[in-house]
T-cell receptor, first 109, second 114 residues
Framework: QQPVQSPQAVILREGEDAVINCSSS?????VHWYRQKHGEAPVFLMI?????EQKGHEKISASFNEKKQQSSLYLTASQLSYSGTYFC??????????FGKGTKLSVKP | DAGVIQSPRHEVTEMGQEVTLRCKPI?????LFWYRQTMMRGLELLIY????????DSGMPEDRFSAKMPNASFSTLKIQPSEPRDSAVYFC????????????FGSGTRLTVV
């Protein structure tokens, strides 16, 4: 029931782009994205609600395709500060927010 | 707002001892969540409260775990007796909504049971 994230890890050079995918086996009402740096708490990035919307946050944006039960996080022109573990979390009609296992992103100079 | 405040930041205790973790949510948030994070299992929801009332505690692993929210500004998670397998980072988070609003997490309590 946990959303599946891919890839599990990615290494980038500064300025490169990345896409992190999140798939669910259940119907979704919302998808959350969080970033957690080592030794810190997860930090909320954005939420996408049912309706197939796309959102942006600085150079980080995301899309949500409710029919495919998928969401993708797009990081463009990555910066060193983007390094961390990215989690998607799914909100279904029943039950609570369930977090994926995370995608570790490392941005190198 | 100071955000979600948790204490202590680190706790080292011996097996069998009682451990109490504390959380102060963001003022005005109706929902409070307790999560546990481990490398193996990731972020797991233990219990959540709505307007100080426990709604779903199905994630609490055993009867050794209990949580209370006596008022809107304070919650505790207690483990009694503690065991080595309880070692993890415990996060408290608060929000306006269960699934349609972002969560704000506290800094977490790193618990080590030896």
């Amino acid at each position: 029931q946990q959303p599946v994230q891919s890839p599990q890890a990615v290494i980038l050079r500064e300025g490169e782009d990345a896409v992190i995918n999140c798939s669910s086996s259940k119907a979704l009402y919302s998808v959350h994205w969080y970033r957690q740096k080592h030794g810190e708490a997860p930090v909320f990035l954005m939420i996408l609600l049912k309706g197939g919307e796309q959102k942006g946050h600085e150079k980080i944006s995301a899309s949500f395709n409710e029919k495919k039960q998928q969401s993708s996080l797009y990081l463009t022109a990555s910066q060193l500060s983007y390094s961390g573990t990215y989690f998607c979390a799914q909100g279904g009609s029943q039950g609570n927010l369930i977090f994926g296992k995370g995608t570790k992103l490392s941005v190198k100079p | 707002d100071a955000g979600v405040i948790q204490s202590p930041r680190h706790e080292v205790t011996e097996m069998g001892q009682e451990v109490t973790l504390r959380c102060k949510p963001i003022s005005g948030h109706d929902y409070l969540f307790w999560y546990r994070q481990t490398m193996m299992r990731g972020l797991e929801l233990l219990i959540y409260f709505n307007n100080n009332v426990p709604i779903d505690d199905s994630g609490m692993p055993e009867d050794r775990f209990s949580a209370k929210m006596p008022n809107a500004s304070f919650s505790t998670l207690k483990i009694q007796p503690s065991e080595p397998r309880d070692s993890a980072v415990y996060f408290c988070a608060s929000s306006f909504n269960r699934i349609n609003y972002g969560y704000t997490f506290g800094s977490g309590t790193r618990l080590t049971v030896v």
